[in-house]
């Protein structure tokens, strides 16, 4: 294995320092962040993943990684290696009290200020400081650097849904530890196949009113807005997650009996058949409800394990990005006359998609969701 440029070995002291700034409530955004920033590459994770997760660009990861280990090399202190170097320049045109009552405003729902607005924009930022005579006057360059010293983003929104699964930890871990080949606590067989299973309902079928219009030069690709609805169908998928294969089959609608067939499908042929066992990924919807699909699939199929995810836990079944792929390679836009044009697109893709697939690269642990509910309570 090629060894990082900067190596990052941490005592188990500095470890506990580290985990202390990342968590503490008064730690500034920029110094928490840094802290992971040094804790996940002594790990292991990558540059690109610790940007992505962190919403930064990879060349501030790499520029902390290396004045890290620049700093500790001279004797400074786990916290010292992480602030900000002394910067020359003129002092600061806003006293801290003007600076934080800027940041508070940011930080405020505009509804709460009875405004009339669902986020704040940086102009209107500006207005409401101004307006409010918290200070006399500022430019939108200095409102934009000092919020951004906080990674402070007003206008950026971002849905989430806290887990309320009572067993969330429990379910999703069983899952992440298949992922990693392991149930139990004990290493998968060789005779052992992982699926992750779900469906694609309420696919709807559109005709477009005039032709769809391939790119030429200078233009893109263009598609009739207005279309006439041809009905909907269903596509139901299994992804063997070891080999990346996907089995799939397109019906009106779903339920327990077409998802029946689906699993009549895999179970009928080889290696699945002769599996020792056959572990199903799947949520908890009516075709496959916990309280009654374990027993029904496991009397047609003896070797089967029906695994359920948590609620409200579909990012966690690898069939969710073949089916992100599936929409937007063969589904987007759609112009398609009739069902069963749209079922041979499917099934023709799927086809097309079996004949490289590989597995994809699941990086996230057991270890990985705790730390990310630890940040959230």
């Known amino acids: 294995m090629k060894p990082y440029k900067y190596h990052i070995c941490l005592s188990g002291k500095d470890k506990q320092i580290l985990r202390a700034l990342k968590r503490a409530g008064k730690t500034e955004r920029r110094v928490a962040d840094r802290a992971r920033i040094i ?10 993943e610790i940007a992505c997760r962190l919403e930064i660009h990879r060349s501030t990861v790499i520029n902390w990684r290396r004045w890290y280990l620049e700093r500790r090399a001279v004797g400074l202190s786990v916290q010292e290696s992480l602030q900000d170097r002394p910067r020359s320049g003129r002092p600061s045109k806003f006293t ?22 669902s986020r704040f924009s940086l102009k209107d930022v500006l207005d409401w400081v101004i307006g409010a005579e918290i200070v006399s006057e500022i430019s939108i360059s200095s409102l934009w650097r000092l919020l951004h010293q906080d990674a402070i983003r007003p206008w950026y929104y971002r849905a989430w849904l806290f887990p309320r699964d009572p067993q969330f930890v429990e379910k999703a871990g069983r899952v992440l530890e298949l992922y990693q080949g392991r149930w139990e606590g004990k290493p998968l067989g060789p005779q052992d196949r992982v699926l992750c299973a779900d469906e694609k309902s309420g696919l709807q079928v559109l005709a477009r009113k ?41 019906d009106d609608t779903v339920g327990v009996l077409p998802f029946g067939k689906l699993v009549d499908l895999v179970m009928r042929q080889a290696p699945y ?26 009397a047609a199929y003896a070797n089967i394990t029906i695994v359920h995810l948590p609620t409200h836990a579909s990012w966690l079944n690898q069939i969710e990005i073949y089916f992100s792929i599936l929409t937007r390679k063969a ?27 590989k597995p994809f690269r699941w990086n996230f642990t057991r270890d990985d969701l705790l730390e990310r509910l630890e940040a959230l309570s």
């Not at 058949?273 to 496991?298: E, K, M, Y």
């Open 96 to 117: 801290p009290l003007e600076i934080t009552q800027i940041k508070a405003i940011a930080c405020e729902q505009p509804a709460r200020l009875e405004l009339p607005l």
């Open 39 to 48: 804790l996940w590459t002594e790990a292991g994770m990558a540059v690109d």
């Open 210 to 250: 005039h032709p769809t219009l391939p790119p030429i030069p200078g233009q893109p690709g263009r598609y009739e807005f207005e279309y006439e609805r041809k009905g909907t169908v269903a596509y139901l998928a299994a992804l063997d997650v070891f080999s990346g294969r996907v089995f799939g089959r397109v």
């Open 273 to 298: 058949r002769d599996a020792d066992r056959v572990f199903w990924i799947v949520d908890g919807g009516p075709s496959h409800h916990p309280n009654t699909s374990p027993a029904r699939l496991q």
């Open 331 to 357: 589904l987007t836009p759609m112009d398609l006359p009739h069902k069963q044009a749209v079922k041979e697109r499917i099934l023709g893709f799927q086809e097309r998609y079996n004949r490289t697939a």
